[in-house]
């Protein structure tokens, strides 16, 4: 089991080494990047602690993902995998817990201490005997792939919205709409195969205007119910709803162009901090959109051509 760390270690400096960074500077940049945005989180949301926990459950539940467990059973025997599932758990769940505690949030600290082990012996959807149905099944395959795998935010954004609305709290409702925002951004947070861009008889400008287009239909669907039913509750703040609204659109689209600004591999440090930088501070979008247009052009072309 400790050779299995060590050599998750050795992958994780040589990722940082192939993006271009030094690995003790690439962990200090994730380190600083983590305690940021947590900082700014907690500064201008006030159910920031909901969003926070959600953010770290959907982080923990990524470990456990069919594909992965199944390959790690084929190397370990049961007893062993059991603790190194537990041991990641309990790893990535340490950095939320503690900043909880350090924000004196200590139920959610305490949530997220007993959630970690339980999230190991829970069974993923994907081994259930049916199909949980979606209602992007016209746009394969991040939406629906996507959704299956974040099959239980419906239940934390259904609870914020209402709750909010009960105790007439404006940010914690809000903070449901982001949070679809930010969990369609997380499908497509990462790059297909080669195969699934190859496919497509478009050009390259094309192809990012069809995959922006597919995205801000999903995020549609999705964030239109909800945004409506904020509006309705919180009359006074329907343009400030609307903004938001607005940004997770336009946010999204200028994810999908970072990441095929890097495709076929994934972002770079470097390249993420800009994108983390740019949805800091969005002006930057004016900048950095044009700069992972082009580039996104470029990466593509070979495969479209």
Not at 48 to 60: D, P, Q
Not at 87 to 92: D, H, T
Request: glycine residues 6%.
């Amino acid at each position: 089991m400790e050779y299995y760390f060590q050599l998750q270690f050795v992958r994780f400096k040589r990722l940082l080494v192939a993006s271009g960074v030094h690995p003790a500077i690439g962990i200090l940049l994730i380190l600083a990047g983590f305690l940021a945005g947590s900082y700014y989180l907690f500064y201008r949301v006030d159910w920031a602690a909901w969003i926070f926990m959600a953010i770290g459950l959907l982080v923990i539940s990524q470990l456990g993902n069919k594909h992965r467990v199944e390959q790690l059973r084929w190397i370990f025997p049961a007893a062993t995998l059991q603790r190194i599932r537990l041991l990641e758990n309990g790893l990535a769940a340490l950095p939320f817990a503690l900043f909880l505690l350090g924000q004196r949030h200590i139920y959610f600290a305490a949530f997220f201490i007993i959630s970690a082990p339980v999230l190991v012996f829970m069974r993923s959807p994907d081994r259930i005997g049916f199909i949980i149905p979606t209602p992007f099944k016209r746009f394969p395959f991040e939406l629906p792939a996507g959704i299956r795998k974040a099959w239980w935010m419906p239940v934390i954004i259904i609870f914020l919205l209402v709750k909010g609305i009960q105790v007439h709290n404006y940010g914690l409702s809000l903070s449901a709409m982001i949070l679809i925002a930010l969990t369609v951004m997380s499908f497509y947070a990462y790059p297909e195969k080669v195969y699934y861009v190859w496919i497509h008889a478009l050009t390259p400008k094309a192809f990012l205007k069809h995959k922006i287009r597919t995205a801000w239909i999903g995020l549609s669907i999705l964030c239109l119910p909800v945004w409506m039913a904020i509006c309705i509750a919180f009359t006074d703040s329907i343009w400030v709803s609307s903004g938001i609204l607005a940004l997770g659109f336009v946010f999204l689209a200028f994810l999908i162009l970072a990441k095929y600004s890097a495709y076929p591999h994934e972002m770079s440090i470097p390249q993420g901090l800009l994108v983390g930088l740019s949805l800091w501070f969005p002006p930057m979008l004016l900048f950095m959109v044009p700069v992972f247009y082009r580039q996104a052009i470029r990466q593509i072309t070979p495969y479209l051509s």
